[in-house]
């Protein structure tokens, strides 16, 4: 792999998850996330029978949505393990990560697997798409 491509993409993935989670009474780093993604990013949860899929935008409306109404209180997720391809100008990464979120009902915590799909241009590497599932009976995360 291109070792200065594997450095920005790990620091991609670390300032993914670092915007993404935030204390109770604070919210997602939006800046941050926007400068992640490219401009015709998509973030898609397939934790369900159809995939959700969401502009960036759409992404951090919805979580900060649920702060303001008080549903979820904090957030936390991390990459536990990882495995990166890269070819010429583009990259996948799956990542098996944790989370923990404190909502209005409780404390959740599971983990999961995302599939990242990364771009390089003039400008440097871009998160192209992110797509995840959660654990859950008959679903296992796997072994990287």
């Known amino acids: 792999m291109n070792?200065?491509?594997?450095?920005v993409l790990e620091q991609l993935m670390a300032g993914f998850f670092e915007a993404v989670s935030f204390r109770?009474?604070?919210y997602p780093c939006r800046d941050r996330l926007v400068r992640i993604?490219?401009?015709?990013?998509?973030?898609?949860r397939n934790t369900s029978?159809?995939?959700?899929?969401?502009?960036?935008?759409?992404?951090?409306?919805?979580?900060?949505?649920?702060i303001i109404t008080g549903e979820l209180l904090s957030?936390?997720?991390?990459?536990?393990a990882s495995s990166t391809t890269v070819f010429g100008n583009m990259a996948h990464r799956l990542s098996v990560y944790r989370k923990s979120a404190l909502t209005h009902s409780g404390k959740i915590e599971s983990k999961g697997v995302i599939s990242t799909q990364f771009?390089?241009?003039?400008s440097g590497w871009n998160i192209i798409s992110m797509s995840w599932d959660d654990e859950r009976p008959g679903l296992s995360v796997p072994e990287l």
């Not at 957030?75 to 536990?80: A, G, K, Q, R, Y």
């Not at 771009?119 to 003039?122: A, D, E, H, K, Y």
Request: no cysteine; aromatic share 10%; hydrophobic share 35%.
């Open 49 to 66: 029978g159809a995939p959700e899929v969401s502009t960036v935008s759409d992404f951090i409306t919805s979580r900060e949505t649920s």
């Open 75 to 80: 957030f936390s997720e991390f990459e536990v």
């Open 3 to 7: 070792a200065a491509a594997e450095v």
């Open 119 to 122: 771009s390089q241009t003039r």
């Open 24 to 26: 109770e009474g604070s």
């Open 37 to 44: 993604f490219a401009s015709e990013g998509r973030l898609i």
